[in-house]
């Protein structure tokens, strides 16, 4: 412990390239644990400590901080002596009113440097409206608060490779004009960050998680196709979906149960009146005999007038002032388990923590009831952003410490850590609209940057359309384009329902063939969740995170990746038959659906039609599909479609396990390994590892080019591969 200014500073190293600093007035102020920080990191010595009159000096083999101890200025370089982070001032200004501090800093930013990431915002009303919209938050303020379509998430991501993580949970803002970075919490006793610096974003990243926890793989059903709307109402009509989409042979694999199937019971009452849902055990049973699975809608407040809400109250577990439960004690979360079991028991398989923020019995209002509640760990200014944090906390633990079934849980906010609790979260109420359809572009990238790999949304908008006009239809047909390439595909809405056979002809066709894509595309999106888990990975990508040595791609907002390998360009307009797509340096470009190849380091205007988008796949690229039609994604995946994109060398481990259990934690899967030579014009496929047992697979491989675009599906090769030995082909 060292002194600056006022101020008492600690420096620790987690690694050689993650460093907490932390200042305070007194250690006996508070208690030196983290709701989002994971407890017994282990953590390495400073590598050396120089004192002088006029600078303290600590570093780790990456990383050296300077304080100068007459300006107080905090500077870390990196191995090579460039500055990283510069800190320029920092105070902790005490609040009468709260009886804590306000936390204070500002950071002197390098030129042209872009900061990304703190959570999801879209902008607009809080209700997703807007017609601005932002990647890089250069000469912006953003607020950090939770409520219904925005995310707050105290992690920010810069192009010059490093993050910044605060401990903090209070509300904050944070401005970012003219390359000083302004940050400001409402309230703590101290201020508490980490910096993560890395060779890549993705290295940032997967020290965040070092950090926070890593991201457990879902079933593999939760990474096919959800249908939900608002609302199902009785048994009959939720069974009758699911048995239309396997009458109609279109593939499904999660059917929702929004709200009020409670009925007479009251609010969120963790019952079914048995008016419309007279058997819940047959129900649940039935859509598992049609291979589907059921997720249920549950909220954080409960009616007064139901028992779960009495027994909740007599035992301390209401947050005055609210209907809403508290997460933040212990017994409480215990307790709310103990409801949320009622639906395991019966073999419900996820979650719907719908109003997370939370919404606290008194509508749409998230912050002003809870901001001065005593939460039992302290005030509720003190902790109001990390609701869902422990609300998801609750349920992922109540779950794993009886059964080996994989959480899944979906819910409509997040906080810095989440991603260990198997929490999926979506972009809340929005409008179903062009706008708003643009805007969740560049919000759903900020979010995946910030360390959270599962976002979806309402695809068409919760405020719908009508799905019988050809306006409305086309805005749908745009959105389900762009969420075939989202880490989880979901349908949602109020007011008009929208299956597929609710839209006309031509729009339909468009749906199913996107559906059918994406149960194509499982395979490749199921290894990216084993890199995900294992190795820190994020599914979507903005192309920063890939690209950082061309420039161009800093403030692109309307393009990502979608892993390695799928470049996405969504299309946001109407009746457009062409859009320009930058195509990053260094790399060639094959579009995915003719085959043709593109150099990069330009911008190509690219031809549209209804039931195309923008599609590019990096040469290099392995592409594993699925070789067959499935309904469901649990179906055997037997026969498997390679596409090679040549130009380059590549590497793929395509992943597979029981796709339900967490036994892959202990060693319980297979890794094909397949490498492309583009020297030698050879793909070879590797023998297996991991000990799970592998079938017979029948692999078809496809080195595409101009005419072989994913509509080519006639193999160059055709191989039976058992795991056992290694396989190696030339190239025809």
């Given at each position: 412990m060292r002194k600056v200014g006022n101020l008492?500073?600690?420096?620790?190293?987690?690694?050689?390239?993650?460093?907490?600093?932390?200042?305070?007035?007194?250690?006996?102020?508070?208690?030196?644990?983290?709701?989002?920080?994971?407890?017994?990191?282990?953590?390495?010595?400073?590598?050396?400590?120089?004192?002088?009159?006029?600078?303290?000096?600590?570093?780790?083999?990456?990383?050296?901080?300077?304080?100068?101890?007459?300006?107080?200025?905090?500077?870390?370089?990196?191995?090579?002596?460039?500055?990283?982070?510069?800190?320029?001032?920092?105070?902790?200004?005490?609040?009468?009113?709260?009886?804590?501090?306000?936390?204070?800093?500002?950071?002197?930013?390098?030129?042209?440097?872009?900061?990304?990431?703190?959570?999801?915002?879209?902008?607009?009303?809080?209700?997703?409206?807007?017609?601005?919209?932002?990647?890089?938050?250069?000469?912006?303020?953003?607020?950090?608060?939770?409520?219904?379509?925005?995310?707050?998430?105290?992690?920010l991501v810069s192009s010059k490779g490093y993050g910044i993580l605060w401990d903090n949970y209070s509300l904050?803002?944070?401005?970012?004009?003219?390359?000083?970075?302004?940050?400001?919490?409402?309230?703590?006793?101290?201020?508490?960050?980490?910096?993560?610096?890395?060779?890549?974003?993705?290295?940032?990243?997967?020290?965040?998680?070092?950090?926070?926890?890593?991201?457990?793989?879902?079933?593999?059903?939760?990474?096919?196709?959800?249908?939900?709307?608002?609302?199902?109402?009785?048994?009959?009509?939720?069974?009758?979906?699911?048995?239309?989409?396997?009458?109609?042979?279109?593939?499904?694999?999660?059917?929702?149960?929004?709200?009020?199937?409670?009925?007479?019971?009251g609010w969120n009452a963790f019952q079914f009146d048995e008016t419309d849902f007279p058997k819940p055990n047959e129900m649940v049973e039935r859509i598992h005999e049609m291979k589907a699975k059921l997720a249920i809608s549950i909220w954080p407040t409960f009616g007064k007038e139901t028992e779960v809400f009495k027994d909740m109250e007599s035992k301390g577990c209401i947050i005055q002032g609210t209907t809403a439960f508290n997460p933040f004690k212990y017994e409480c979360r215990e307790l709310f388990w103990s409801y949320v079991k009622r639906f395991y028991d019966i073999g419900v398989d996820a979650y719907w923590l719908d109003a997370s923020e939370p919404e606290t019995g008194l509508g749409l209002v998230f912050f002003s009831p809870i901001h001065d509640a005593d939460l039992g760990i302290g005030k509720g200014y003190e902790y109001v952003n990390a609701y869902s944090l422990m609300e998801t906390k609750a349920v992922y633990e109540g779950q794993r410490r009886i059964s080996n079934k994989r959480v899944v849980i979906l819910t409509r906010s997040a906080f810095a850590g989440q991603q260990r609790h198997s929490a999926i979260s979506w972009s809340g109420d929005v409008l179903g609209d062009w706008a708003t359809l643009r805007a969740q572009i560049p919000a759903g990238l900020n979010f995946s940057i910030s360390g959270l790999p599962y976002w979806t949304t309402d695809t068409g908008g919760f405020f719908s359309g009508n799905p019988e006009t050809k306006a409305y239809a086309e805005i749908f047909v745009r959105w389900f384009q762009w969420s075939t390439f989202c880490p989880i595909l979901r349908v949602h809405g109020t007011i008009f329902p929208k299956e597929p056979w609710r839209f006309p002809g031509e729009y339909q066709d468009v749906i199913l063939k996107y559906i059918r894509l994406r149960y194509k595309l499982l395979p490749y999106i199921y290894s990216l969740a084993w890199m995900t888990y294992g190795n820190g990975y994020t599914i979507m990508r903005p192309l920063i995170m890939d690209f950082r040595n061309d420039q161009n791609v800093y403030d692109l907002d309307d393009q990502y990746m979608f892993g390695p390998y799928i470049m996405v360009s969504p299309v946001t307009l109407p009746s457009i038959k062409e859009k320009e797509v930058y195509l990053p340096s260094s790399e060639y470009w094959y579009d995915f659906w003719t085959g043709k190849k593109f150099e990069g380091g330009r911008t190509v205007n690219v031809k549209i039609t209804l039931d195309t988008i923008p599609l590019f796949v990096r040469s290099g690229a392995i592409l594993p599909l699925l070789g067959k039609n499935v309904n469901n994604a649990e179906e055997d995946w037997d026969v498997i479609e390679l596409r090679v994109f040549p130009d380059k060398d590549g590497y793929f481990e395509l992943y597979d396990d029981d796709g339900v259990t967490y036994d892959y934690e202990k060693g319980k899967y297979y890794i094909i390994p397949i490498t492309w030579d583009e020297n030698k014009q050879e793909l070879i496929i590797g023998k297996k590892r991991g000990e799970l047992e592998m079938g017979k697979k029948i692999i078809k491989i496809i080195w595409v080019g101009e005419g072989k675009g994913i509509g080519y599906t006639k193999p160059d090769v055709e191989v039976e591969y058992d795991g056992k030995e290694s396989i190696t082909m030339k190239k025809p």
């Open positions: 008492n500073v600690e420096i620790e190293f987690i690694t050689d390239n993650i460093v907490r600093i932390l200042y305070y007035y007194r250690r006996e102020d508070f208690v030196d644990s983290s709701l989002v920080v994971l407890p017994n990191l282990e953590k390495i010595g400073l590598k050396s400590e120089n004192i002088s009159s006029s600078t303290l000096s600590f570093s780790s083999k990456s990383l050296t901080i300077d304080i100068n101890t007459s300006n107080e200025e905090l500077v870390i370089r990196n191995s090579n002596g460039e500055i990283v982070v510069k800190e320029k001032r920092r105070d902790l200004k005490f609040n009468d009113e709260l009886s804590t501090y306000n936390v204070m800093q500002e950071f002197e930013l390098s030129e042209g440097e872009r900061l990304y990431g703190l959570g999801q915002h879209a902008g607009g009303n809080g209700l997703g409206q807007s017609s601005a919209y932002s990647l890089d938050y250069n000469g912006l303020s953003i607020t950090l608060s939770q409520r219904n379509t925005d995310i707050g998430i105290p992690f904050a803002s944070i401005s970012l004009k003219r390359n000083k970075l302004k940050v400001w919490f409402e309230a703590g006793k101290k201020i508490d960050y980490y910096v993560i610096y890395g060779n890549s974003i993705d290295d940032v990243i997967r020290g965040y998680r070092r950090l926070t926890g890593d991201a457990p793989l879902l079933s593999k059903w939760a990474y096919g196709y959800w249908q939900s709307k608002e609302r199902y109402k009785s048994q009959d009509e939720l069974v009758g979906v699911v048995k239309e989409f396997r009458e109609k042979e279109i593939p499904l694999d999660v059917i929702v149960l929004d709200w009020r199937y409670w009925g007479k019971y």
